[in-house]
């Protein structure tokens, strides 16, 4: 059974730092990453990263949140620096295998940030 379990996240204040963790079970995916969901807003791409370590981030983020991933461990992280309130948010978990499939999503998990 393919799963991908976050953890991490919480709650923040305005200027601090958070990081998110997810590890995937019972497949190894080409691409991980982290999107984000508002409520009432479509969920957008944060990060992502590629098993040979090439990194994307959305604009929004640049300069602020770095993705990381431990092959060995099957594991992404996301650290969240410089923390707006504008980043709260579900954080969800994504892994996509080789041309895009199978895709993947974890539960989620929420971070809020205080003003």
């Known amino acids: 059974q393919v799963q991908l379990e976050e953890s991490g996240g919480g709650l923040a204040q305005a200027g601090g730092s958070l990081r998110v963790s997810c590890t995937a079970s019972?497949?190894?995916?080409?691409?991980m990453g982290w999107y984000r969901q508002a409520p009432g807003k479509q969920r957008e791409l944060v990060a992502t990263?590629?098993?040979?370590?090439?990194?994307k981030y959305a604009d929004f983020v640049k300069g602020r949140f770095t993705i990381s991933r431990d092959n060995a461990k099957n594991t992404v992280y996301l650290q969240m620096n410089n923390l707006e309130p504008e980043d709260t948010a579900v954080y969800l978990c994504n892994g996509k295998g080789s041309f895009g499939f199978p895709v993947y999503w974890g539960q989620g998990t929420q971070v809020t940030v205080s003003s």
């Open positions: 990263i590629t098993s040979g370590g090439i990194t």
């Open positions: 019972g497949y190894i995916f080409s691409n």
